[in-house]
C-alpha cells in the first residue's frame, strides 16, 4: 500500500543532493511512501500515483525528530528540586537518589503507563526516534525491569547503571563499579543497545575519569556501543574519554576546553547538546558556535528527565539551541534530525531520501523557520501515515 503526502509547502529532506541547502529543501513538495519508507521524493507536480493520498495543505514537513537522550523510566517527580533550583540551588546530580527510591517502588504498571505516556507526548511533538535509558533502579534487578520496559517502546536502549552511586553503596563507588560491570552488566546487556556512564568528577554522586573507563570497557566487551553524559557541570575527562574510546556521542558538552574541542574535531563523535538542561538549571548554554566552528557534528536532544529538564519538546530544544546558543534554524532543525540520527548511528533515520523509515513530522506552518519562531506554540506533530 502507497500513500502520496501532497501539498507540502516545504518539504526538509537532510539531502542536499536533492534540494537547497544543507536541509536539502524542496518547495511545493510532494513525497511518496510505501510499505512504512520513503518511496519517491520530488516536486508535487511530478508527483507518480500512489494507492491513497494525503493532502497537508500548504504545510511544512520534515523528518521526525531523533531525540537521541533521554530518561523515561521513572516514578515520582521533582517539582520541589525544580523550584528550590529557581531561588538559587545549584543542580549537582543529588536529587537523583530521590527519583531511585521512586522508581524502586513502583509497580511494572506503573512505569510502563508513565514510559508510554511520555513516549506518546514525544509523538504527539514530532518526535519519531527516542533513545531511553535506565539509570534509576540501580540495582541489578531494577536496571534490568528499566530495560526491558524501554525495549517494548524503542531499539535504542541505553544501560545506564553507572548514573550515580545509589546510597547503599555511599563510600563504596569500586564495589559499586564491580556490581555494574559484573552481575548488573550481565542481566542488562540483552536489553541494550548502548551503554552509557555520568561521568562527571565534579559531582559526589557521579563517576570519574577511571570509572568512567572500566564501564564502558566492559560495556564494549558485552557488546554495547557507547555514550557518555560528559562536561556536564565542569570540564572533566568525559568527552576526551568518548572520543578515545570511540563512542557514538559525547551528551552535554556545556564545559569544553581547547583540548575537548579539538579531541571532538579530530574524532568520530558526536557532541549532543541539550539546552533544555541549561534552561531548567539556570546554567550557562554550550558553546555550540565553536564546536560548529571546529567541524565538529552537533546533536540537540530533550535530556527529557525528571530532574535536570523535565520538557519532552524537541521543538523547544530547537528555539533555545537558536535563541540562546545562536545555532541558525538551519543548523538547528540539522542537529534534532540528522544530527540524532548520528548520535544513534542511525542510517535510516533522520532524512528523507527514499530507503528512509517513513518517519514524517508536520509544522502548523509552512517553513521549517517556525520551529524557533514561535516557541512555545504546538505547531508540530508526528504525521502519521498508513501503511497498510
Ligand atoms: O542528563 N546528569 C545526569 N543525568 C541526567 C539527570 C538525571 C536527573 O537529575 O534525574 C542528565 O542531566
Ligand atoms: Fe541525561
Redesign the pocket.
Known sequence: MSTLVTGIAELVTNDPSVGEGPLGVLTDAAIVVADGAVAWVGPGSAAPAADRRIDVGGRAVLPGFVDSHA?LVFAGDRAAEFEARMSGARYD?G??GT?VAATRAASDEVLRGRLRGLVAEMRAQGTTTVEIKSGYGLTVEDEARALRLAAEVTPETTFLGA?VVPAEYAGRTDDYVALVTGPMLEACAPHARWIDV?CEPASAHAFDGDATRTVLTAGRAAGLDLRV?AN?LSAGPGVRLAVELGAASAD?CTHLTEADVDALAGGSTVATL?PG?EFSTRSPYPDARRLLAAGVTVALAT?C?????FTSSMAFCVALAVREMRMTPTEAVWAATAGGAAALRRPDVGHLRPGARADLAVLDAPSYRHLAYRPGVPIVRALDVPDR
Open positions: 530518561h546530580g536529587g537523583i527519583t548514573h555520568f553524559h556536564q552535554h541539550l538542561v535530556d528527565n525528571p530532574g535536570s529538564c
